[in-house]
């Protein structure tokens, strides 16, 4: 296993660059590239992979520029979204082309096989051909064989959004488990926040052709550092006010934010707690399961809040025309 | 991928191209261009000529005729193809591939026992109805090679017009013929005019055809070469001709290669309506009946020529009898060609075959280095590589003799395999190519990133997923190869004599139950080839 290093990417290509000052994946961790489309993260995986070549800058594995080598020198494993399975091999010959490539004897090819499959759970399906399969058995055969190679990087481009909810959450658990256990150090590209956040060491947030941040999920969820982030995480509120005295209030609902100026402050609906009160004004509601969103005035704002039912001072039916706010946990966003 | 050493493996292609294609087509230019310095005087003679410029005017126009009726016949198929499942779909799908591996010759003959003095037609109707020896049977006998390129193409596209469209246009108020007019035409014009662009350039390059079934009286510029350079070895006439024509082609075929870019574009949409299917009750309606008609004609059109070639072959002097079997596979010395019937056989099949082994080496590495690499000029290299299919066998057969009279290559068979290559290539270079652009490039790169090397990538990986598409390129190949009548007629020497050449000599002999006999033997060989293309069912053109 091996620690990834980008270091001063440069790619331009139609009018797009891609940037990246430096993004290092530690040994054994689970990076996830996360940003809409076109923000430069499927990009950003080719090159690792070999694919394509940065214009400018240096890509290292444990230290070792890899920049020259093709992709079938650099000992990694790819998976992409439409799994890109040799239509023409069964499955037992699919996740055998590697091994083969590497010309190991057959015996070994066939103990190394079985083992991929076992991990992914597909034995018993060896003789069968790609299009005979589910979306779901074709990602896994996809993901045994780029594991039966034992990579030093594996790469997963999308891997999942071909697939229904169900079998996707099923096998973002199961990627997650295997990748724990070979302790291989992966590369994650998504556009799915949720996906993100429940599979990933940390996840590095891009948008238009920049790493906007890196941290662990819930870092990134309640302490993102740009108003990109914030957003692209979940629903968000974001109030823009003066400060003074190291303090920036709106109305009653105050901020201490040790400094002064113009500052911008962010936190999440849940960090909403609601009281009996009458500081903000009950504008609109929404009813989630088990929970509710409400949409609140205060003086020329609006602010979200989401709490569980059971954790409201009052019933819905008796919603009040008013309510009291209190902010649990923020963060000042950058400019 | 950028272009590395990989390069060699074009040694080989470009080597053949430039020898057999190019130094051959400067060869002509420089006949037809060059006395004691750059002259315009035989290009200028030949316009000036009445029958000369009454020639290309003809070609023009016949193609343009031949064009016009081909879009007119597929149209309808077309449309029930697309929108219908009928009974007999599948047999009238067959039958539709069935010209493209029919030798030109044959099919002319077919015309004359049809259509002939005393023709079957002829016959049955009491009078001769004008068809043979005049405009009317080109036109007829190049729908009959079109017109399934037609309903291929168009119905392939008309498939694919999301039905939405149509809905909207329907919620919109637009029905029954502006509905189609406003809505559907646009949307698979494309597939018309590349397939309509193809017809023409077809039948403006067509030789046998207008050869055999036109006379002199119609004849094309190709025939019209041909009668310069074989009749009265007039070399400057022939090559001034051959540039008019080649310039004249090469616009076609940049109009059809544009044309099928757009097409290609369209195609690439996924959207598959499902066809109709027609219960019993349909065939009693406006829309059964016509279908039914419809492939009635289709099935007529394409069968009678064969069959009226296969029916004569059995006849003799009035009676049922195998005796034009028995005297082309006679050992017989057969004092026309020099050579017995079955010596013609043999060389046809090894023609063929040799054709078929260069087509590939050629095309192949063409079709890779276009498919896989970036690099400069590769546009350029594209259009000179797709050249030939713009070259006409009489004008190929005129350069090499301008080119390799003399040599000892002139004298070997190699000259007919190489002039059988630069025809058949292109197809398979076609196929090939876009047999490769299915592949999608992700399974490419997952074999990069298991540790292939590109050339075992493809080896392993993109190879046998286009074989399909080799093997139907290789097919057409072969099936050009064996009826190509043109360059072999001006190329062969006696002991090289193939099977339609035979064939042209026994009709010129007016000795058609040979003829008709050793027609059937090749259409036995084409059949073949049909069956296996119809096994595959890869779509190349």
Redesign the interface.
Known sequence: MVTVTLRNIVKARNGFRLKIDELIVENGEFLTLLGPSGCGKTTTLRMI???ERPDRGEILFDGRPVNDL?????????V?Q?Y?????MTVFKNVA??LE??GLPKSEIERKVRWALEIVGLTGLENRYPEQLSGGQQQRV?LA??LV?EPEVL?LDEPLSNLDAKIRERLRGEIRRIQRELGITTIYVTHDQEEAMAISDRIAVMNVGRVEQVGKPLELYYRPETEFVARFLGLSNILELEAENGRACLNELCFDVGRSGRVRIFFRPESVYIMKGDTAEVLDYELLPGRIRLKLGIGDRVILAERFLDELPFSVEEMPERVDVRVRSFSVLGQ | MKLGRGYLILTVPLAFLVIFFYVPLVSIIKTGLWEDGFTLRYIASVIQNDYHRRVILFTIAQALGSTLLTVALGLPGAYLFAKYDFPGKRVIRAVLTVPFVMPSVMVALGYILLFGKSGIVTDLIGRDPGILYSWKGILLAHAFYNFPIVIRMVSSLWQRVNPHYEEAALSLGARGFSLFWRVTLPLISPAIFASAMLTFVFSFLSFSIPLIIGGYRYATIEVDIFTAIMTLLDFKTGSALAIIQILLSMAFMYAYLRSLDAYARREEQRVFRKPIPFRRGDWLSLRGLATALYSLIVFIFIVSPLLAVIYDSLRFNGHWSLEWYRRIFSTEYNPMFGLTTLDAIRNSLLFGLATVVLSITVALPIAYALHRWDFRGKRLFDILAMLPLASSPITLGLGYIKTFHGTPLYYTAWIIVAAHTVIAYPFVLRAVSTGLKKIKPNIFEAALSLGAREWKAFLRVELPLVLGSLVVGAIFAFAMSIAELGATYMLAKPEYTTMSVAIYKFLGARQFGSASALSVLLMAVSTAGFLIIERIGEEVW
């Open positions: 992979a070999g694919f093709p992709p079938y020198e650099r000992n990694i494993g790819i992409f439409d890109a399975l040799f239509p023409h082309f590697g490539m590497k996809a064989r780029a190679v790469l």
